[in-house]
Nanobody, 120 residues
């Protein structure tokens, strides 16, 4: 059974920092591209950052570029999202997703999400 479990969310003041973690089990973690998404109330889910399985290349949305850093530790089956200079508009539920293409089939798994609230 594949599981992705996020942690590290919470309440933080504007300008503060958080590190989110997403730990996988039941999958060959290193073979999966890992992506962080977020969804704010009343808004669509949006991609925040992604890290490739092969070469570790990273991608960021324009809204977080320069403030957030995605990384992975395959030995710990964990992907991280370090967020600095947080803004109220970063408030959302943050989800991690693992995806892998095997032949013509895509395997995709989601975590349950962790709430991040940026407020004074």
């Amino acid at each position: 059974q594949v599981q992705l479990v996020e942690s590290g969310g919470g309440l933080v003041q504007p300008g503060g920092s958080l590190r989110l973690s997403c730990k996988g089990s039941g999958l060959t973690f290193s073979a999966y591209t890992m992506t962080w998404y977020r969804q704010a109330p009343g808004k669509e889910r949006e991609l925040v950052a992604a890290i490739a399985s092969t070469d570790g290349n990273t991608t960021y949305s324009d809204s977080v570029k320069g403030r957030f850093t995605i990384s992975r530790d395959n030995a710990k089956n964990t992907v991280y999202l370090k967020s600095n200079s947080l803004k109220p508009e970063d408030t959302a539920v943050y989800y991690c997703k693992g995806a892998r293409l095997v032949g013509l089939k895509t395997y995709e798994y989601w975590g349950q999400g962790t709430q991040v609230t940026v407020s004074s």
